[in-house]
């Protein structure tokens, strides 16, 4: 039955505008009358029933889809009906789409997790192999509950390190904007003081030329800087480049502590929740492993991969590869001898994003006082040269 969105008066004159299920438009324009509602304007929705069109598709959206299907199921609703309700929802346009497809494809017999793969959700691996563990246990809804979880974990992870560099980075931008005023209508106030430039400190002498060549080449200097910003965006869009740019940064002596530990404890909470799920310890372990964006973690993790596929322990290839911490060690090596390895992994997934939190903050601290210093050294070097050039030209007057 079509979809159709409205705009009414009600009995006072306020408007209401929302959406109902009709045979027609006559039959639509009927249902509202019987409400008591005069109609301004009354339209199918997008052509086939569908909500209007949102933007790009988010990780949020994507996360909200899974929550609310993994909620359906896990009260008693059927797969088919779940997903049926997830393709009549409000939910972005391009997953009311895919759930649309994947309730098409249920009905012809396909099971879940194949329909969830072709419908072509950029949705994270594990998502994927939990839903095909969940459908083996008989436990799809906790499956994905959890994948759900696992997700906002990731999200809510990388949203509160780029709000963590929020002010920072503000900071960074107001001195530049500072130093690049002052350079453009500050400093060529003083461009007389050239004419004696032999006579000048050589510090005077810079700033006051830098001064001058920046004011007259003002226009190509911020061409220059804003070709410079787009390829710098540009070039982080590459995930190649921008994972590279992250193992870089992990090989620093206090900002890599943090990124090592937020970035094991995502293979910890990944791991725990699909040996949680059933999945087996082998395809676990290279499911987590594809989830890391340090490079140089992924492929020691993959070594440790290799050696349990060899007959070794976790906790033992672990350890020989330096993956983890000494306590990490200790609750991998008990989860494998009590059979409780899941829950082991989410604990320490737990303690290393409380550290990991911890370094955070002490980063932060660094870089506020950092960044202030070096701006600040710059403003005062600016000033200092001007002085100088004031001080020495007076000194030749006398």
């Known amino acids: 039955m079509p979809k159709f969105r409205y705009e009414a008066l009600n009995a006072e004159g306020i408007a209401f505008t929302g959406a109902l299920r009709a ?35 988010t990780e949020t959206d994507l996360i909200l889809a899974v929550q609310e299907l993994a909620t359906l199921l896990n009260s008693g609703v059927s797969v088919a009906e779940a997903v049926a309700a997830q393709a009549e929802s409000v939910h972005h346009p391009r997953i009311v789409e895919a759930f649309s497809g994947m ?116 226009l190509w200097a911020l061409l220059a800087a804003a070709a410079a910003a787009t390829g710098l965006v540009l070039w982080l869009r590459d995930r190649e480049a921008r994972a590279a740019l992250v193992d870089r940064l992990a090989r620093l002596p206090v900002i890599g502590a943090w990124l090592v530990e937020s970035d094991t404890a995502r293979w910890a909470k990944v791991l725990g929740a699909l040996l949680g799920n059933r999945v087996p310890l082998l395809q676990a372990l290279e499911l987590a492993r594809a989830g890391m964006q340090l490079p140089h973690r992924r492929a020691r993790m993959g070594e440790v991969a290799r050696a349990v596929r060899g007959g070794g322990s976790l906790a033992d290839a672990l350890e020989d590869h330096d993956a983890l911490t000494a306590t990490g060690y200790n609750l991998v090596r008990v989860g494998e001898r009590s059979g409780k390895l899941a829950p082991m992994l989410e604990s320490l997934a737990r303690l290393y994003e409380r550290s990991g939190r911890d370094r955070m903050k002490r980063v932060l601290i660094l870089i506020e006082p950092i960044a202030i210093l070096v701006i600040g050294g710059l403003i005062g070097v600016i000033i200092l040269g001007v002085i100088l050039a004031i001080t020495s030209v007076n000194d030749l007057a006398i």
């Not at 109609?39 to 086939?48: A, H, K, Q, T």
């Not at 419908?119 to 998502?127: D, F, K, M, S, T």
């Open 103 to 218: 309730s098409r494809q249920l009905q012809r017999g396909q099971g879940f997790s194949a329909a969830l793969a072709a419908a072509g959700l950029p949705l994270p691996e594990y998502v994927m192999q939990l839903a095909r563990a969940g459908e083996v246990t008989g436990e799809l809804g906790r499956a994905l509950a959890d994948a759900g979880s696992q997700m906002e974990y990731e999200h809510g992870l990388r949203t509160e390190m780029r709000n963590a560099l929020i002010y920072p980075s503000v900071l960074v931008l107001a001195g530049t904007g500072a130093v690049a005023l002052m350079f453009l209508y500050v400093v060529p106030k003083f461009a007389s003081l050239l004419e004696r430039a032999e006579d000048l400190p050589f510090l005077a002498w810079a700033v006051l030329g830098l001064g001058m060549w920046t004011s007259r080449n003002g």
């Open 23 to 57: 045979d027609s438009e006559r039959g639509a324009a009927r249902a509202l009358e019987r409400r008591g509602l005069t109609v301004v304007d009354l339209r199918l929705g997008d052509g086939d029933g569908k909500v209007q069109r949102r933007g790009r598709l």
